[in-house]
């Protein structure tokens, strides 16, 4: 009887034990991920909603110059975009939230007018035959809030290119043609305007 009693205890402590060990593994998981819970995955609670016009950069060098732009990129999602989204006849920050920005390293020549080394906004005025683009000094402001055309060191007309393939996000591109020359670009859903640069 003795020895009965011995392996009845004998099960009850280990029991015992191996429900305290469980414990503390539980708690040891639960401290190394203190987001973790029940039924939902961390890493879901973490992400942020993609924007649906992300920054993006264009850049390559030209002669010596590396000619960089910063914009945002909208998409077309299924909208009107000349004359609907983008109004025409109005200063456009060509793109999306922050002001476009361009940066040239060394003195460039567009249009046959020198623009000194620096940072710039480019806006644009988008209408069906002509488009105006600007190359403005408050390159740091949101959308065209703060836009003024006193702020303006270049302002020149371009025809619209039409394209067959349609554009989804819109994308500037930055080409290099020959040592001290390069074309930039703007595309967007059916539509591409570009322009030649000189880096002096």
């Given at each position: ?41 961390s ?36 909208r ?71 702020e ?16 989804e ?32």
């Amino acid at each position: 009887m003795k020895t009965i009693k011995l392996m009845f205890m004998a099960i009850i402590l280990f029991a015992i034990v191996a429900c305290n060990a469980k414990k503390d593994k539980q708690e040891d998981a639960h401290q190394a991920d203190p987001h973790e819970h029940s039924g939902h995955d961390s890493h879901k609670v973490a992400e942020k909603p993609k924007s649906g016009s992300p920054r993006k950069s264009a850049m390559t060098n030209i002669g010596d110059a590396h000619i960089h732009i910063d914009y945002s990129s909208p998409s077309v999602r299924g909208r009107v975009i000349w004359g609907g989204l983008v109004a025409y006849d109005q200063v456009w920050v060509t793109g999306a939230h922050r002001a476009t920005s361009i940066n040239f390293p060394l003195n460039v020549k567009i249009e046959n007018r020198v623009i000194p080394a620096g940072k710039y906004a480019l806006f644009t005025i988008p209408n069906k035959d002509e488009w105006t683009v600007i190359i403005n000094k408050n390159w740091e402001q949101h959308l065209a809030d703060n836009y003024s055309e006193e702020e303006d060191i270049l302002r020149f007309n371009i025809v619209p290119e039409q394209l067959n393939e349609m554009i989804e996000s819109l994308d500037y591109q930055i080409e290099s043609s020959q040592r001290k020359f390069g074309i930039i670009s703007i595309s967007w859903e059916k539509i591409k305007v570009s322009f030649e640069i000189e880096v002096l």
